[in-house]
């Protein structure tokens, strides 16, 4: 949320946020804060969506953060390199955003899970806040796409 407040104070516009420098911004700080981790896990963004609202900028922030926080705590404790890939990019028939999340770990289904944790808690409710809608696909690893 601080990272937020430091974009929102740089921009002339406090409505918009550049997502694609908050979201380089954001998964570097996030990395950073697991030291002991950090050469075992690379973050990759790819943004195509220039800004987006400050009621979207938010959430997207809070779930990026909780998702690669998991991944980096659950996903990676048997993999010597891990790697975690986030994209966000406008749907040209629907006009919808779509947020990309994919790790190469071990693996978890979102939606069959025996153990709601808080997290898992927090980014239901933020999806929720974006009126958006999740699915998972299941395969090797983790990975989510919210559309919003």
């Known amino acids: ?15 918009e946020v550049n997502i694609g420098v908050y979201l380089q911004e954001l998964t570097s700080l996030v990395r950073e804060s697991y030291l002991n981790l950090n050469n075992r896990v690379s973050i990759v963004t790819h943004c195509s969506i220039e800004k987006v609202n400050l009621d979207a900028a938010l959430p997207l ?6 998702l690669i926080s998991n991944s980096i705590k659950h996903a990676f404790q048997t993999k010597v390199d891990g790697l975690i890939e986030i994209s966000l990019w406008t749907e040209k028939l629907t006009g919808k955003k779509i947020l990309n999340y994919t790790d190469n770990g071990k693996g978890f289904n ?10 898992l808690e927090i980014i239901k409710g933020l999806i929720d806040q ?19």
């Open 1 to 15: 949320m601080a990272l937020l407040h430091h974009r929102l104070s740089i921009n002339e516009n406090i409505n």
């Open 61 to 66: 922030g809070l779930i990026i953060v909780e």
């Open 110 to 119: 979102f939606h069959m899970t025996d153990s709601n944790g808080l997290g």
């Open 130 to 148: 974006l009126n958006g809608e999740a699915s998972i696909n299941p395969g090797d690893g983790f990975q989510i796409a919210i559309s919003f």
